[in-house]
Every structure is written in C-alpha cells, then in structure tokens.
C-alpha cells in the first residue's frame, strides 16, 4: 500500500519520483494509487513548495493546507476551462468526420 512508503508529517515529504522508483510503479500508476488511497480514507497530502512532495498528515492543519491548496488549484483550473470554452467561437469549425481530405 502507498502509505507504506509515506512519512507523517510535511517534513517527511517525498518526491513522486523517489516514491514511485521504491513502489517499483511508473508515475502514472503512482498517481492512480494515490488517487485510490485518499478515496479510501488514507490522508495522503501533498506540497508544491520546499519540501516538495507527498506526506500523510501529521494533523488536520496539514490536510486544511493541502485542502485549501486543492481549492486554489481547481479555482485557476475553472478559470482556463472557461477561457478555452470562450475560445471555440474564435476556431473553425468542426471537421466532420469522414470528409478529412475529400477532393
């Protein structure tokens, strides 16, 4: 299980890189664990500044951080979906399917 390979604690933090290499997974299979471990209840936090990396969580000051840092993140992700969506009236149409290269 990945919190096998986790410390507690933000100064515990380890690179995905590092994490994965002793999992022995690529790093997509990290990500999915990972994703599967918090749906099941594990704390598992993670940190984008020194020291970079993910940890459990020591406390619930740690996973407010990381919950607050998750609300910033998908705050300036819907702010890009909704300058690509504004963007589609600007590009050509669609090319249906099946008419690619007719002459």
Do not use: N, W
């Not at 100064?11 to 997974?25: F, K, N, Q």
């Not at 704390?43 to 609300?71: H, N, V």
Request: aromatic share 6%; with cysteine; glycine share 10%.
């Amino acid at each position: 299980m990945i919190a096998d390979f986790l410390g507690k604690g933000i100064a515990s933090a380890r690179t995905a890189g590092e994490i994965s290499s002793l999992m022995g997974i690529d790093r997509r299979g990290f990500s999915k664990a990972v994703q599967v471990a918090r749906l099941a209840g594990v704390p598992i936090c993670a940190t984008t500044s020194f020291p970079f990396g993910y940890f459990l969580a020591e406390d619930a000051g740690e996973m407010k951080r990381f919950c607050g840092s998750l609300s910033r993140r998908l705050h300036e992700i819907e702010k890009t979906r909704q300058a690509c969506l504004a963007m589609i009236d600007q590009l050509p149409p669609e090319k249906e399917e099946g008419k690619e290269g007719e002459a």
